[in-house]
């Protein structure tokens, strides 16, 4: 009997999520030997759901699995903030090192023991900069001006003490939110400004890095519990599969879409380590303020791990 597990996405036939999503299935029916498929919902969006829709279907047991970023869920598990302290981790090697680590595995617990789902992976969300229709040199040149952000309080006051005005927006609403100046600047990775057609309104490209986001590959964890054993193995090395590959499809997507926006005409920014020291400077008492929502432990473990990356 073949089993099928239903996983959910939200982005368009491009994006390294749903490439991501696309090697899951195929590891999957390799590690299971064909007994094991996977229903892949690639884009609730075009089904005229939101985004953040694909949580509570994952809980609630519509589907079995998802990818999401762990911002949004930082409000239930607190410890997941670790990851949107702004300018704290520099490069994509560090913030593997600890997502594959013992923080990484804390952090898997976290989630099970306050919420339904199971963390099977951690795929990157990208480095995340600000896309404007006005150059963005400075924190000087952020007065004012109306951000989306996601929807979580920690990233709006590091973008608050930066002077913008930050505004929370589904994805499914972004690309209407730019094109009709209902905000003047937001922060993505290259590939989804580029891939949602933002920078055709945001002619300027801060590259900030100012964070590398981090994908939660969750399942529901009723449906993990009822799995037999050897299909449980086969979702999990295929979820490690994935994840080496998604993180490659991620990298190579950044040259990608730096190039097509290079050749677009697209203002590309890029920061001097003096000038982001600015920014990072700028916002570091609100990411302390984020940092003392952990405990000494927790907050030990993260900053020992990053040094030894």
Not at 40 to 49: K, L, Q
Not at 176 to 198: K, R
Not at 263 to 272: F, T
């Amino acid at each position: 009997m073949t089993i099928a597990i239903r996983f959910g996405g939200y982005q368009g036939d491009k994006s390294v999520h749903t490439r991501g999503g696309r090697a899951l299935g195929e590891a999957l029916a390799r590690a299971s030997d064909g007994s094991v498929t996977l229903d892949f919902d690639e884009n609730i969006v075009i089904r005229g759901h939101k985004a953040a829709d694909l949580l509570h279907l994952t809980e609630d047991g519509a589907l079995d699995g998802c990818y999401f970023s762990s911002s949004y869920l930082a409000k239930r598990v607190p410890e997941l903030g670790l990851f949107d302290q702004h300018f704290v981790v520099p490069d994509r090697r560090r913030a593997y090192a600890l997502l594959d680590g013992a923080l990484g595995e804390r952090l898997k617990k976290k989630v099970s023991e306050t919420t339904g789902y199971t963390v099977l992976g951690y795929w990157d969300n990208g480095l995340r900069h600000i896309s404007s229709r006005t150059p963005i040199r400075t924190p000087e040149d952020c007065a004012d001006l109306k951000i989306r952000t996601l929807a979580n309080e920690d990233h709006q006051r590091v973008f608050r003490s930066l002077g913008f005005d930050p505004k929370a927006i589904d994805v499914r609403d972004l690309p209407e939110a730019v094109e009709t100046g209902a905000v003047d600047a937001q922060e993505n990775p290259l590939t989804n400004i580029y891939n949602f057609g933002l920078h055709n309104t945001h002619r300027s490209i801060t590259l900030s890095r100012h964070l590398l986001g981090v994908a939660l590959v969750l399942f529901r964890t009723k449906s993990v519990e009822n799995w037999p054993d050897p299909v449980r193995e086969a979702v999990e090395e295929a979820v490690s599969e994935a994840t080496l590959a998604q993180r490659r499809f991620a990298e190579e997507d950044d040259e990608i879409c730096r190039s097509a926006l290079e050749a677009e005409g697209v203002e590309l920014i890029d920061l001097s380590e003096t000038d982001r020291a600015r920014f990072a400077s700028r916002c570091r008492r609100e990411v302390e303020t984020t940092r003392r929502k952990f405990d000494e432990e927790l907050i030990a473990l993260f900053d020992k791990e990053l040094g030894a990356a």
